[in-house]
T-cell receptor, first 113, second 115 residues
């Protein structure tokens, strides 16, 4: 089955700096890669996603890049703000077994004012 | 308001006492899924359903059952709970696009303690 590894497990940055979180996956059939943000005591919420037919996607301060050959994808947050502090999860799923979702173990991002 | 609801939100029970956690969505989503979240382990998929009467195992299905008799509901059943099932449980739903996944919308979570 799919295995998703996420790094780092914790990340602390100064307000205004950039933050990068990386995930690798094992199943070359995976083709959908969402990123979720979970604030303390709340439910995960999608912040951005990418499919295997594109290499990069951007939404304001957030971007995701995908390298299918190397089987890794990354979340980039620019101009970080204290409200970006949360746990971020990556996930992978594949079209032929669309129901299965495998999540990374999460990255706790702290943005210091 | 489009939403996924779960009940109960908090539950303390004892080993062996059957329980059901309900999940309901009002978005007409085909896909629904259950996850458990434990510290340091992220979200692990328990069961999922691609549509009514279609369910399948995720990565950690042992000790759980599900049913999907109607599109909006996807209950999680613990026939004989054990302490290692103490966890935070999330239900999620999404549309499916030609068999591929779309954005998952998560419920508020159910915190379960099994004594």
């Amino acid at each position: 089955g799919e295995n998703v590894e996420q790094h780092p497990s914790t990340l602390s940055v100064q307000e205004g700096d950039s933050a990068v979180i990386k995930c690798t996956y094992s199943d070359s059939a995976s083709n959908y890669f969402p990123w979720y943000k979970q604030e303390l005591g709340k439910r995960p919420q999608l912040i951005i996603d990418i499919r295997s037919n594109v290499g990069e996607k951007k939404d304001q301060r957030i971007a995701v890049t995908l390298n299918k050959t190397a089987k890794h994808f990354s979340l980039h947050i620019t101009e970080t703000q204290p409200e970006d502090s949360a746990v971020y999860f990556c996930a992978a799923s594949e079209n032929t077994n669309a129901g299965k979702s495998t999540f990374g173990d999460g990255t706790t991002l702290t943005v210091k004012p | 308001e489009a939403q996924v609801t779960q009940n109960p939100r908090y539950l303390i029970t004892v080993t062996g006492k059957k329980l059901t956690v309900t999940c309901s969505q009002n978005m007409n989503h085909e896909y629904m899924s259950w996850y458990r979240q434990d510290p340091g382990l992220g979200l692990r998929q328990i069961y999922y359903s691609m549509n009514v009467e279609v369910t399948d195992k995720g990565d950690v299905p042992e000790g759980y059952k599900v049913s999907r008799k109607e599109k909006r509901n996807f209950p999680l059943i613990l026939e004989s709970p054990s302490p290692n099932q103490t966890s935070l449980y999330f239900c999620a739903s999404s549309l499916t696009n030609r068999g591929g996944q779309e954005t998952q919308y998560f419920g508020p979570g159910t915190r379960l303690l099994v004594l």
